[in-house]
């Protein structure tokens, strides 16, 4: 069977639009998704791509970014094969936390075993700045913390913090494609206190949490951090990433106008996780 390979240019090149872009046109017979350099490389079946139907897709992009693309056609895979050998291989961080899929014979022999199972790139732990985000969660006691992950994805953060004795936990997503993945990888982990709702900030009413996760990006984060700040507890904190070194300022100074005094951050790369504290 032919399969034809839709390589995606995005600007901006984040998760937040890499995950929108794969779960729409995944509706259109898109099968498999790699994140690349430049955004993401997708496959489908050859017989079932309409060129006409994607332009569609991406003239009424539901988020402010461009997107171009190239495609060919090619020999069809065994995507597994593909994602084991040239993807996603198991990922072990600070020798404390193991992320791998159902496909990997990887020892469980570290404190926290992960199964991911990759229907997509990004959310595997292999982006900066979730390697970031789970380096956080791993420095601190989670214990019996009420949990906010925003932009769960796959949900392997609020996973790790579960492990962690976070909980109950709430993980909040925008697409539908998240919320399928992030309870399928919920279950795969035998994890039982996360609850995972599909929306935004708006659903943030009559909550209270003691811990906020967010990986998501600049512009939203900067949009919504006073609706985090009006659900976190006095003395809680919030963990951020999805932008780069040089959006600290912009990020401390909106965090200042809620409340929110800075704690330190961590960079890798060009990317950075912050943590803030509510007085």
Sequence with gaps: MKYTEVTFTCSPNDEIVNSILSATIADTGFESFVENELGTTAYVQSDLFDEAQLNEILENFPYEAKITYTYKEIEEK?????????????????????????????????????????????????????????REI?????????????????????????????????????????????MENIKL?????????????????????????????????????????SVLNNGGCLYMSGFYIDDIPAITEECKKNGLTFCHNTQKDNWTAVKFQKA
């Excluded at 420095?139 to 909980?167: N, P, V, W, Y």
């Excluded at 909550?207 to 967010?214: H, N, P, T, Y």
């Design 78 to 134: 065994n995507w597994n094969e593909e994602w084991e050998k040239n993807y996603f291989q198991p990922l072990i961080i600070d020798d404390k936390c193991i992320i791998q899929s159902t496909f990997h014979n990887a020892p469980a022999i570290y404190d926290y075993n992960i199964y991911i199972d990759p229907k997509m790139a990004f959310g595997t732990g292999h982006h900066q700045t979730t390697e970031l985000m789970i």
């Design 138 to 182: 791993l420095k601190e006691d989670f214990s019996g913390k009420a949990l906010l992950d925003m932009g769960t994805g796959t949900a392997i953060l609020a996973i790790l913090a579960s492990m962690r004795g976070a909980g109950p936990i709430e993980a909040i997503d925008i697409d539908q494609w998240a919320y399928d993945n992030a």
């Design 189 to 229: 982990n035998g994890i039982d206190n996360i609850t995972v709702k599909i929306g935004g900030a708006n659903l943030l009413v009559d909550m209270a949490f003691d811990v906020i996760l967010a990986n998501i990006n600049r512009n939203i984060l900067l949009n919504d951090i006073h609706a985090y700040a």
